[in-house]
C-alpha cells in the first residue's frame, strides 16, 4: 500500500479546552490545505467528535481568506468544542461517516486526550484497512504535552496570567494584605509558574507559587505566608488549582462534586478552593484582610491579551500537520515544537508519534521548581519569557521621602 | 480674606480602590502644579489620610518627568491607597501634620468616601481658620459619582469586562452549558452592564444580566436561565456582587460575614455569590454543566487593559483640579466630567461643589435597564461605547453545511 498520493477529502475538528490561538492552527491547516491539489474538500466537523458522530460537518472551503484570518485572530474554538472520548460505538460511527465523505485526511486539534481520540482513531482506520492520514495538532494552556518543548495556547494563557499578576501585585500593594489567585492545571504548573513573570521589582508578587507537582501542606503554607506577611507586611501567592496534599487527592476535589467525561473533578469554574485557602489564613490569625480570585475561564480565551510567539507557533502547527500528512512519508503523528538550543529563541515543528502524546502528560521539570517547593527557579523564567513575549512596563515613584517638620 | 495669591506647598493621595488610570490623575495633578509658581513644594502622602496621620510623606518635585509618565501608564495606586473615614481625633492630627507643612493645596483621588474625607478636611480647616484649598479629584470603576456623566477608571474596567465576556462568550459557545460572571460594583451596576458590550452576533452572550437597582428573585432567575437554555442550549451571564432581595439584603451578604471599616459587607475576593448562583441552577436541573466565575479584583487593576479615553481623561481630571485650585475663584471643590450634547462622544471637566458628590452615590438610571430587569437597554450601550473605545475584532466561520452522505 502506498499513500504517496493518496487523495480525497479532509476533515479537520478542534477538541478540549478553547485557547487564545487554537483558531490559529485550524486556519494554517486550512490555508495549507488548498495548496495541495490531492486534497479536494476542506470539511470541519462541529464540536469536534460528536461533529462527525452526528454528521454535523461544513465546508471550510467556502470561507474566504479574509473571513479566516479574522477568525485566525480570534479566541476561542470557531468550530465549536467537545470533551469527550469514543466508545467502541462511536468508532464504528465515526468511520461510517469518515468513509462515506471520503476522508483521507484527518486532523484533531486538541491536548492529550484529543492526541489519544487521534490515535484511536487511526489504529481504527488501520484495523478496517481504510487508507487515511490521521493528525493531532498541539494545543493546551496546561503545556502539558509530552514531546513538546512548550505548546500552543500556553503563551497567551501564561500572558494573561502574568499582566493579571503585575496588576494584582500592584493593587496588594496599594492596600496591603494577603491575597491569593487560583489558577488553571491540574495536573502540570507551567501556567500558576508563569505568575513570576509579573515581577519587576525585588519585592514584587507573587511571593509564593504553589504548584501540583509537589504535595501541599497546609501547615507549610501557612508557616510560607506568615514569614512573607512578617517581611513585607503583604503577600500575594500563585496556586495551581490541581495541588494535592501527600496522597495525591486535590484540596480542591474535597470540596466539589462534579465530575467530566474523562472522570475527572471539576477545579475550575468554582471559586472553593481560594475561600478554604482564605479561611484557613484567617483562622491563622496572620491578618484580616485575605482575600482569593480563581481566574477560571479569563485564562484560557480572554479577547485582546495573545502572545504574538504563541499565534505564529500555533499557526505553524497547523500547516506542518498539513505538511507532514501531504509529505507522503507518514501516515499518521502529531506536531511537537522544538526548541533550538541557543541563547536565542527559535523553535521548529517536528512530526511525532501519536502514542508519544497520547494519554499522559508531562510535569514541570525539577529544575524549574525550587528546592523549598514554594517558587520557580530563574531557569523557568528563562525558559518562558520569550514564550510570553514583552510584557507591559510596570513604573514605581522613586518617593524620596519627606523629613518628619 | 483672599486667597487670589495663596502660596505654599501641595499635598496629594489616592484613596479607595485602585484603578488602572488613577496614576494619571495624579501625574496630571503634578505636573500642572509644576506650571503653578503659587505652588512651591509638591508632597504626597503614601496610603492616603494614613500617610498624613502618620507623616509619611514623599516629595513629588524630586521625580523626574520620565518616571512620572512611566507611573502614569502603571496601574494601581502610586502613592499607595487606603479605606479609612478619619475620626474626630484624626483630623486633628492630619491638621497638625498639614500645617507643620504648609500646605495650601490639598489633592484626594478617590470615590464618593474620599469626596466625603476632603469635605469633612476642607470644613475642619475653615474652622481652624487655616487657609486651604481642598480638591477631590474623581475616580471609581464602580462609576457611581453624582454630577459625573462618567468617572476616570469606569472605562478602563468596563473593558476589561467587555473583553472579558467576548472571550468567555466565544469559550460557551465552543463548549455549550450555563456561564455565571460575578462582577464588581456595590450598589451601581454599571461595570456588570458593561459586559452588553461584548455582544457581536445576535446570539452572544451576555444573555442575561442582573443589576443591584433591581431586586434579585431566585425563582425569576431560575426562570430567564431556563428561558435563554431552551433558545440557544446554553447562557452566558453577568451578575453584579451587590444583587439583593426585595428587602435590600444583597444575595451574597448572605454567605460571607467580612465588614471593612466602612461597615459594608466584603463582596468581592470571595467566589460565594457565583457558587451559590449556580448551585440553584444545578439543582433546577437546567442543565449539569453551570460554571461561575467572580472577576475580582483583576477587572480594577490589570496590567494592559486600558480605554484611551479613560486614560486622557483621568491625566485631565488631575489637571483641572490644579487648574481651579489655583484659579483664585474657588477654594474648594470636586472634578466632574461632563459629556457635551450632540452625537460626536465630546466631555470637559467641570467644578462642583464637595458635597454634591460626597456620601450618596448615583445609579443607573431607568432608561439604561429593561423592563424585564435582565439586561440593558440600547441608550446604556450608547453611552457605555465611546468610553470603552474600540474593541477587539471578533470573527466567526460562515460553516457553510455539508450535505449528509
Chains 1, 2 share one sequence.
Do not use: W
Not at 523564567?381 to 514564550?387: G, H, L, Q, R, S
Amino acid at each position: 500500500m502506498t499513500t504517496d498520493k493518496l487523495t480525497g477529502n479532509m476533515l479537520i475538528a478542534q477538541s478540549g479546552g478553547p485557547t487564545a490561538v487554537i483558531n490559529q492552527s485550524l486556519v494554517g491547516a486550512v490555508l495549507e490545505a488548498k495548496n495541495h491539489k490531492e486534497i479536494k474538500k476542506i470539511y470541519g466537523s462541529l464540536h469536534g467528535l460528536r461533529g462527525i458522530i452526528e454528521e454535523n460537518l461544513c465546508d471550510l472551503g467556502k470561507e474566504t481568506r479574509a473571513n479566516l484570518e479574522l477568525v485566525a485572530q480570534t479566541p476561542s474554538s470557531a468550530l465549536g468544542s467537545v470533551r469527550k472520548k469514543p466508545t467502541p460505538e462511536d468508532c464504528v460511527k465515526v468511520f461510517e461517516v469518515l468513509q462515506k465523505h471520503n476522508i483521507r485526511y484527518f486532523f484533531y486539534i486538541g491536548g492529550n486526550d484529543s492526541a489519544e481520540t487521534t490515535h484511536i482513531i487511526n489504529e481504527e482506520a488501520r484495523r478496517h484497512g481504510y487508507v487515511m492520514k490521521c493528525f493531532h495538532i498541539c494545543k493546551t494552556i496546561d503545556n502539558d504535552l509530552r514531546e513538546n518543548d512548550h505548546t500552543p495556547g500556553f503563551g497567551s494563557a501564561a500572558r494573561f496570567v502574568a499582566q493579571a499578576f503585575m496588576g494584582d501585585n500592584l493593587d496588594n500593594r496599594a492596600l496591603p494584605g494577603i491575597k491569593i489567585n487560583v489558577i488553571m492545571g491540574r495536573h502540570a504548573g507551567f501556567l500558576t509558574a508563569a505568575a513570576s513573570l509579573a515581577r519587576v521589582y525585588p519585592d514584587d508578587g507573587p511571593h509564593l507559587i504553589y504548584l501540583p507537582e509537589r504535595p501541599f501542606s497546609m501547615d507549610k503554607f501557612l508557616a510560607d505566608v506568615k514569614a512573607v506577611f512578617t517581611k513585607f507586611k503583604r503577600c500575594v501567592i500563585a496556586v495551581s488549582e490541581g495541588i494535592a496534599d501527600e496522597k495525591g487527592v486535590a484540596i480542591a476535589a474535597k470540596f466539589t462534586k462534579e465530575v467530566d467525561s474523562h472522570g475527572n473533578v471539576q477545579l475550575s469554574g468554582t471559586g472553593a478552593l481560594g475561600d478554604v485557602l482564605a479561611d484557613a489564613i484567617r483562622k491563622a490569625e496572620i491578618t484580616s484582610r485575605v482575600r482569593a480570585d480563581t481566574f477560571g475561564y479569563l485564562q484560557r480565551s480572554f479577547a485582546g491579551i495573545v502572545s504574538a510567539v504563541d499565534a505564529r507557533e500555533a499557526r505553524l502547527c497547523g500547516q506542518m500537520a498539513v505538511k507532514f500528512a501531504t509529505g507522503g512519508k507518514f501516515a499518521s503523528g502529531s506536531t511537537a515544537i522544538k526548541r533550538k538550543p541557543g541563547k536565542k529563541y527559535a523553535t521548529y515543528v517536528e512530526r511525532t508519534e501519536l502514542k508519544n502524546v497520547a494519554k499522559e502528560t508531562r510535569h514541570m521539570p525539577d529544575a524549574f521548581i525550587n528546592k523549598d517547593a514554594n517558587d520557580v527557579t530563574p531557569a523557568f523564567i528563562a525558559y518562558a519569557k520569550p514564550i510570553v513575549g514583552e510584557l507591559p512596563k510596570i513604573g514605581r515613584l522613586k518617593a524620596v521621602k519627606v523629613a518628619k517638620a
